[in-house]
């Protein structure tokens, strides 16, 4: 059972050698470590420490969490000097458990026995998972042997019976025949993927997804009221036990409050920037609907979702819309929002490649184009905050080494400011505050922020993406959401930062204190919800100049 302590000062590392004594754990305890570094001593418990003016762990925690080798098998348990706000900090950061020190000797050596305990169940899924794509590899090489000819699969047919089972070689068989029998059997996709379009449980579905969003903007989003409200309860506290102080006590009370005081300054000195970056920029912030359609390859028709006499889709035993290019239905259309920003004057927008090209790395619309289906953007609508309509716009250009790309609107807004990029190398620097803009979870955002009652009315009648699309900038109700954070670490291609976001976000502006955008946002560290990603500014400055 091996724990590694990182990045940990003597005096804790003191008390966790005490509160591990004799347990029988091989404990190795180093300093500025690289993710690498870290995975080659393959620890099962990390233990780190954190204090509030210090993010370095940020990103190294970040990274960890970001490899698939440690995201779920890798515990970690930070250290940290502080109380409640300091603890949350933590957890948002994506460990598994947090302890505020001075800690209990014993309390700490049960929280670790915890995380070998909650490792037991995850390291025996990880070893049915193995098994169960082994079991997958031998079916795609079944498929594979099997489409070389009658010839050849005859050969391979008598031996593969041994090797793999009747059953598996009969399952892969009527796969193959499956996929070469027809469009309408082959052109399959997840309902999930068209779940918006052509009453597929759209007005319920929508309404729930919306309320969904409402409860996750509200989970993520950290109140920055919330740790005002604390850091001030705290300060009256220190004030009071300063009354009866004395001596050495008094000195410690005296330094905490001076701490606090310092945090509390920070947080109103961000709180005014963020303002001040809402006020000027907020406007220049778009709401991205991308429309994407589908044709066959083979015939060049396009693909129409299959529907009954009564007009509704057909969808089999599996939850799988059955789609063709013959019939009357109505075209298979996927519905996509992201964020994107004004860069230029002349009409040019920012935002990531996987918006404007939603195909591209997309595992769920990878089904369809690998089973001879060709993606298009049928339309790009923008939706900036305070206008009544939407602005169309088309492809511009796409870097080839980012995730970014451009796209220029048809009629520029001319009254709305153009953000200003800073693509200095030095321009991140780790620590300091940040400021991120963007639609998370999209149109369901919307709809939640909103309101409930307006949200029945929009969503709840039997109107397509377009027509609620077109209620809400009518209605005035697109803006962006602002959240605040911190940069974690700064890569060679990446920026770390805790600022909240979700899907939706992907091509929103991150803000340095200075209003200039250091990044767009452009993953998300699934499962962890302390860290996510932006492509440094100077990758779109190649873009736009």
């Known amino acids: 059972m091996r724990i590694l302590i990182v990045n940990v000062s003597e005096e804790s590392l003191g008390a966790v050698n005490r509160a591990l004594f004799g347990q029988g754990y091989e404990i190795t305890a180093k300093s500025g470590l690289t993710v690498e570094e870290v995975l080659a001593l393959y620890p099962d418990v990390l233990i780190t420490e954190a204090t509030p003016s210090d993010l370095s762990c940020c990103g190294l925690i970040a990274q960890l969490r970001s490899r698939t080798e440690t995201e779920s098998l890798l515990k970690i348990l930070m250290i940290v000097r502080g109380g409640a706000l300091e603890r949350a900090r933590a957890l948002d950061l994506g460990v598994n ?12 050596a049960a929280r670790i026995r915890t995380q070998f305990r909650e490792r037991e169940p995850e390291e025996q899924l990880q070893t049915k998972l193995k098994y169960a794509v082994q079991k997958e590899r031998y079916a795609d090489i079944a498929v594979e042997s099997l489409s070389k000819g009658i010839g050849a699969r005859r050969a391979w047919l008598i031996p593969a019976i041994f090797v793999f089972g009747i059953v598996a070689v009969l399952a892969t068989f009527l796969t193959l025949i499956s996929f070469r029998r027809s469009s309408k059997e082959t052109l399959q996709l997840r309902a999930e993927i068209a779940r918006l379009n052509y009453g597929l449980g759209q007005q319920g579905d929508l309404l729930r997804r919306a309320e969904q969003a409402r409860d996750s903007l509200s989970a993520q989003s950290p109140s920055a009221t919330g740790a005002r409200e604390s850091l001030q ?49 907020g406007p220049s912030v778009c709401l991205l609907h991308v429309v994407v359609e589908f044709l066959d390859k083979a015939s060049g028709k396009p693909i129409r979702v299959v529907v009954n006499s009564l007009g509704k889709p057909e969808v089999d035993k599996n939850g799988m819309v059955q789609l063709d ?10 519905d996509i929002f992201g964020t994107g920003f004004l860069a230029s004057r002349d009409g040019v927008l920012l935002t990531n490649h996987h918006v404007a090209e939603p195909w591209w790395k997309n595992d769920d619309m990878r089904q369809l184009i690998d089973h001879g289906a060709a993606a298009y953007v049928l339309s790009y609508q923008a939706y900036f905050p305070g206008r009544t309509q939407g602005i169309p716009a088309k492809l511009d250009r796409i870097a080839t080494d980012a995730d970014v790309a451009t796209l220029k609107l048809e009629s520029p807004p001319p009254d709305i400011a153009v953000l ?17 803009m963007g639609y998370p979870t999209g149109i369901e955002g919307i709809l939640a922020r909103a309101g409930s009652a307006v949200m029945e009315k929009i969503a709840g009648g039997s109107q397509d993406v377009d027509q609620i699309m077109a209620q809400l900038a009518e209605q005035k109700l697109i803006r962006p959401t602002t959240t ?37 946002n452009f993953a998300i560290l699934n499962g962890f919800g302390g860290s996510n990603l932006a492509v440094p500014a100077r990758y779109a400055g190649s873009l736009l100049n």
């Open 233 to 281: 309860a705290q300060s009256r506290t220190l004030r009071r036990r300063m009354a009866s102080a004395e001596g050495t006590d008094l000195d410690s009370l005296q330094k905490q409050l001076k701490d606090t005081e310092h945090r509390l300054s920070l947080l109103e000195d961000q709180r005014k920037i963020a303002e001040t970056i809402v006020r000027n920029y």
């Open 420 to 436: 200003r990029l800073d693509p200095r190398s030095g321009a991140s620097v780790t620590g300091d505050p940040v400021v991120l």
């Open 325 to 334: 290019t013959a019939g009357t239905g109505p075209r298979l259309r996927v």
């Open 97 to 108: 458990d947090v302890i505020s020190f001075p800690f209990d000797t014993t309390e700490f």
């Open 484 to 520: 605040q954070g911190h940069i974690g670490d700064v890569l060679n291609s990446e920026i770390v930062y805790d600022a909240a976001t979700t899907s939706g976000g992907s091509g929103g502006p991150l803000f340095n204190r200075d209003g200039k955008v250091i990044g767009i």
